[in-house]
């Protein structure tokens, strides 16, 4: 069975643009979260699709957005890029929401903002 | 609010040799689930091991076991018989799982290094 595969891996963006960041689920798992990192904060929770609709948000500004399509396929985007944006954005595919221990990561995408 | 704390920002170890890393968490939810993962230079999170609050006996996974101490609110990760490919960042994770609050929160990690 093919892993969480996240496109593109690396990424360079300049302040002010937008970005859109793809993730294609393990098959037959419903629920995508997306996950920043960086060496300051740590890792801290985006938001969570399941079945297409956003289940929870972590603290985030507006300008970070996803969406869930019907094949469980998400996509995040950030607009209005800052220097702060640079990470590793990860994102994690279940079975079910809430199914924690079922969460298997993709590989990441590194977001460099410039 | 959950929270975890690995207190170790970096450990060493002989290779061969075990080692122990530690978490605390604080939660006021009587339900919930301890991580583990691991996360090499690649930046891919790779899970290692669960611990749910009822579970009795100590999860284990090959040569991963949790030592978990539910009153001390500790989750401690053993690594037994250490290899140089162990050699990565841990992270520590808890999911509150009786409420709406269905992410992970992470600890700040800890970086292992094993030794030849």
New interface residues.
Partial sequence: KAGVTQTPRYLIKTRGQQVTLSCSPISGHRSVSWYQQTPGQGLQFLFEYFSETQRNKGNFPGRFSGRQFSNSRSEMNVSTLELGDSALYLCASSYTSGGAYEQYFGPGTRLTVT | AQKITQTQPGMFVQEKEAVTLDCTYDTSDQSY?L?W?KQPS??????LI?QGSYDEQNATEGRYSLNFQKARKSANLVISASQLGDSAMY?C?M?E?SG??????????TQLTVLP
């Avoid at chain 2, 709406?100 to 990690?109: D, E, N, P």
């Fill in positions: 689930g991580f993962y690649s930046g891919e999170m790779i899970f669960y992270f994770a999911r799982l709406s609050a269905r992410q992970l929160t992470f600890g700040s990690g």
